[in-house]
């Protein structure tokens, strides 16, 4: 892999299997004997390429069902494409799903270690970065608290915590940073436009198209599983406006 690259998503297809009639109890599975399980194959994405640079901060934008968040997970390798492959160079953290990784019944303090750890980062690193961590966080006295106890907002304020913590070369973000207040959202640009200018890559998926004017370089435009337009941040999302008024 060159070194200009980070990621490099080359001819990705991916499908999904749609069940139609699926039997939930005993009763429906007796009526859908001998015609269940019939399903569906929903191709999400079809033929992807997609280069980005170190230091690039790209925006995925598209309506739902675009292929968005599939692509995010298919970078973070939590699935996998049935065509095609995705490389990636160096460190990656992701926020994908709010609180993915916490445990409901432990505090967030502890939650620190074992989510921090999935990231890569051992016992004496995350001992260093803890305070740093909750004081981003803002939590506070609740951060000993089960985070089963905490709203979407707090969810989100202790996971962005974390991932921003973990000092990561690639950062991917799904829509998460739209819960929560508007000081801490602020607060996370305000991070992730240091990150940029520190040289991390990112990738971002959302629908707010201030927030991609604010923080991206590049917009990819996903449409129906195939990008549509791949280029300067303005272009791409005065053609998109244009298009999805």
Request: aromatic share 10%; glycine share 6%.
């Given at each position: 892999m060159?070194?200009?690259?980070?990621?490099?998503?080359?001819?990705?297809?991916?499908?999904?299997n749609?069940?139609?009639?699926?039997?939930?109890?005993?009763?429906?599975?007796?009526?859908?004997?001998?015609?269940?399980?019939?399903?569906?194959?929903?191709?999400?994405?079809?033929?992807?390429?997609?280069?980005?640079?170190?230091g690039?901060v790209?925006?995925?934008?598209?309506?739902?069902?675009?292929?968005?968040?599939?692509?995010?997970?298919?970078?973070?390798?939590?699935?996998?494409?049935?065509?095609?492959?995705?490389?990636?160079?160096?460190?990656?953290?992701?926020?994908?799903?709010?609180?993915?990784?916490?445990?409901?019944?432990?505090?967030?303090?502890?939650?620190?270690?074992?989510n921090?750890?999935?990231?890569g980062l051992?016992?004496k690193?995350?001992?260093?970065?803890?305070?740093?961590?909750?004081?981003f966080s803002?939590?506070?006295?609740?951060?000993?608290?089960?985070?089963?106890?905490?709203?979407?907002?707090?969810?989100?304020?202790?996971?962005?915590?974390?991932?921003?913590?973990?000092?990561?070369?690639?950062?991917?973000?799904?829509?998460?940073?739209?819960?929560?207040?508007?000081?801490?959202?602020?607060?996370?640009?305000?991070?992730?436009k240091e990150?940029?200018?520190?040289?991390?890559?990112?990738?971002?998926?959302t629908?707010?198209?201030?927030?991609?004017?604010?923080?991206?370089?590049?917009?990819?435009?996903?449409?129906?599983?195939?990008?549509?337009?791949?280029?300067?941040?303005?272009?791409?999302?005065?053609?998109?406006?244009?298009?999805?008024?």
């Open positions: 060159s070194e200009d690259y980070k990621i490099i998503v080359d001819d990705v297809y991916k499908t999904f749609v069940y139609l009639d699926k039997a939930n109890t005993i009763k429906e599975k007796l009526l859908f004997l001998f015609s269940r399980n019939k399903k569906q194959k929903r191709e999400v994405l079809k033929g992807i390429n997609l280069k980005i640079k170190k690039e790209v925006a995925l934008i598209g309506t739902n069902g675009s292929g968005k968040s599939t692509l995010l997970k298919l970078m973070t390798k939590i699935i996998y494409p049935n065509k095609g492959k995705i490389i990636t160079e160096g460190k990656l953290t992701s926020l994908l799903e709010l609180g993915a990784g916490f445990h409901p019944d432990f505090s967030g303090r502890e939650n620190i270690y074992f921090a750890s999935i990231f051992t016992k690193e995350i001992d260093k970065r803890v305070d740093q961590i909750i004081e803002e939590l506070g006295q609740y951060i000993d608290n089960p985070v089963r106890t905490y709203s979407s907002g707090m969810y989100m304020r202790l996971a962005f915590s974390v991932a921003i913590n973990v000092d990561a070369d690639i950062l991917l973000i799904d829509e998460i940073l739209s819960v929560g207040d508007e000081h801490f959202q602020n607060k996370c640009y305000n991070k992730m990150l940029k200018n520190q040289g991390k890559t990112m990738v971002f998926v629908h707010s198209m201030q927030a991609v004017k604010q923080l991206c370089d590049r917009a990819v435009w996903l449409c129906d599983g195939k990008i549509k337009m791949d280029g300067s941040t303005e272009k791409v999302v005065e053609e998109y406006i244009k298009e999805t008024k």
